[in-house]
T-cell receptor, first 114, second 111 residues
Framework: GAGVSQSPSNKVTEKGKDVELRCDPISGHTALYWYRQSLGQGLEFLIYFQGNSAPDKSGLPSDRFSAERTGGSVSTLTIQRTQQEDSAVYLC????????????FGSGTQLSVL | GENVEQHPSTLSVQEGDSAVIKCTYSDSASNYFPWYKQELGKRPQLIIDIRSNVGEKKDQRIAVTLNKTAKHFSLHITETQPEDSAVYFCAARAAGNKLTFGGGTRVLVKP
């Protein structure tokens, strides 16, 4: 595809349920980031993947959050036992490689936990 | 880890005036400082960036300055236009390529 694709664009779930958010980076981009943007707030770093290196998970807010990246391409962010405070827009971004810094963002997944 | 503070959180300017947004960072090892613009309902997009070996960079009506000693950098928008209305984010990259963003500045350009 021409850009970073995220799905679903909107997700409404009940408290306590698990959710999976998907990110398809730009083809050939080896670096992939997940950020969280709460209403009117900044971009909170969650996790960063670079090629085959171990991911930087330092931003994950709790052990309910996890992410994986299969085959160096598609990434899935999983939130277990969702809480209302998890409601936010989850943004994925990719860049060509480490050292090429320009991030291309997806349009995000709006997660609402009722 | 890196911490980026951004001020002000909101900024209202008259069309044609200048706008300045300031950011400070904590990690002296940070070496790359981009600015992203997010229009309402859209995804953030890179508008300008600067590296630690440069003190100033300009691109048409926008410019960024960097003071490594003081660990702060600023975005300057001159001759503001209504289409400049958006949320602007600064960011800093330290070791490991992780990009840490500031809290954002909502800029409103009044016609």
């Amino acid at each position: 595809g021409a850009g970073v694709s995220q799905s679903p664009s909107n997700k409404v779930t009940e408290k306590g349920k698990d959710v999976e958010l998907r990110c398809d980076p730009i083809s050939g981009h080896t670096a992939l980031y997940w950020y969280r943007q709460s209403l009117g707030q900044g971009l909170e770093f969650l996790i960063y993947f670079q090629g085959n290196s171990a991911p930087d998970k330092s931003g994950l807010p709790s052990d309910r959050f996890s992410a994986e990246r299969t085959g160096g391409s598609v990434s899935t962010l999983t939130i277990q036992r969702t809480q209302q405070e998890d409601s936010a827009v989850y943004l994925c971004a990719s860049s060509l490689r480490q050292g090429v810094e320009k991030l291309f963002f997806g349009s995000g997944t709006q997660l609402s936990v009722l | 880890g890196e911490n980026v503070e951004q001020h002000p959180s909101t900024l209202s300017v008259q069309e044609g005036d200048s706008a300045v947004i300031k950011c400070t960072y904590s990690d002296s090892a940070s070496n790359y400082f981009p600015w992203y613009k997010q229009e309402l309902g859209k995804r953030p997009q890179l508008i300008i960036d600067i590296r630690s070996n440069v003190g100033e960079k300009k691109d048409q009506r926008i410019a960024v300055t960097l003071n490594k000693t003081a660990k702060h950098f600023s975005l300057h928008i001159t001759e503001t236009q209504p289409e400049d209305s958006a949320v602007y984010f600064c960011a800093a990259r330290a070791a490991g390529n992780k990009l840490t963003f500031g809290g954002g500045t909502r800029v409103l350009v009044k016609p």
